[in-house]
């Protein structure tokens, strides 16, 4: 069985900052692309930010210089750190990865999700 599991949501003010972490784990014998998305209520969830293995980044435009995504393969985790936070970013935000499964030898790759994490900005 293969988990994500987030961490670090939570209340802030309107230009405060939070540091969201997923960490993978599970049989894995490797991990692939990973990203972050979020959900409004009322509305359908959506990208946030991409980065695949090697480190390679791609940001919704409406975070684009407030955001950012990195990973630590060898931690197994993706962060977003966010700063300049606004109202409109508020909202459950989950990570995304393509994990291999397999111990010593690759099984195929698969999409999983973490169970969402909180983030509520105030004004």
């Known amino acids: 069985q293969v988990q994500l599991v987030e961490s670090g949501g939570g209340l802030v003010q309107a230009g405060g900052s939070l540091r969201l972490s997923c960490a993978a784990s599970?049989?894995?014998?490797?991990?692939?692309?990973m990203g972050w998305y979020r959900q409004a209520p009322g509305q359908q969830r959506e990208v946030v930010a991409t980065?695949?293995?090697?480190?390679?980044?791609n940001y919704a435009d409406s975070v684009k210089g407030r955001f950012t995504i990195s990973r630590d393969n060898a931690k197994k985790t993706v962060y977003l750190q966010m700063n300049s936070l606004k109202v409109e970013d508020t909202a459950v935000y989950y990570c995304?990865?393509?994990?291999?499964?397999?111990?010593?030898?690759?099984?195929?790759?698969?999409?999983?999700w973490g169970q969402g994490t909180q983030v509520t900005v105030s004004s």
């Open positions: 995304d990865a393509r994990i291999v499964y397999g111990s010593t030898r690759p099984q195929g790759e698969s999409e999983y």
């Open positions: 599970g049989t894995i014998f490797s991990i692939n692309g």
């Open positions: 980065i695949t293995r090697g480190g390679s980044t």
